[in-house]
């Protein structure tokens, strides 16, 4: 795929992109802490913010009123897991991950995971987010894997391509 800035100097055409061969996925090692949580706040602002914008000013009344509500902050925290659990079920890449070639697979099969699976992941990342040990445990493991990877046999993976 072309980036703007190529086609406008009209080094990439269509016709190129019309050429290109699909590339074979090649899953190679661990992610790095540093991509994961570069990944996590790319997702943040591309999937939570809108969420909370809409609510926000479109349903409710401003800020305070978002701020008062805990109902609120509820229900966008639960369409942004809804939303993530969705991209780990049909492409294992939230956009965040898709920008850092990254991948989020099953241990036992190298695939992508089921819907139970991805829902209790996203259940288990919550209960990570509250403790400091389920943030600071990939820093301390030569594997690399969160709490929540190690409690669901899952692995974020670095995607090369061919």
Do not use: H
Request: with cysteine; hydrophobic share 45%; glycine share 4%.
């Amino acid at each position: 795929m072309a980036r703007w800035r190529d086609t406008k100097k009209g080094k990439f055409t269509k016709k190129n992109v019309e050429n290109e061969q699909p590339q074979e996925v090649v899953l190679n090692q661990s992610c790095s802490p540093l991509f994961r949580i570069k990944a996590f706040i790319t997702d943040m602002f591309m999937i939570m913010m809108p969420i909370m914008y809409i609510t926000t000013y479109l349903i409710l009344d401003g800020k305070d009123s978002f701020q008062g509500s805990e109902m609120a902050r509820w229900i966008t925290m639960g369409l942004y897991g809804l939303i993530v659990i969705i991209f780990w079920v049909k492409k294992g890449q939230t956009p965040g991950f898709k920008a850092y070639d990254i991948i989020l697979v099953n241990d036992k099969d190298k695939q992508t995971l089921s819907l139970v699976t991805a829902t209790l992941r996203y259940f288990m990342f919550i209960v990570s987010a509250i403790s400091i040990i389920g943030v600071l445990l990939p820093f301390f493991r030569k594997d690399k894997k969160t709490f929540q990877d190690l409690v669901m046999n899952t692995s974020v993976i670095i995607v090369q391509k061919k």
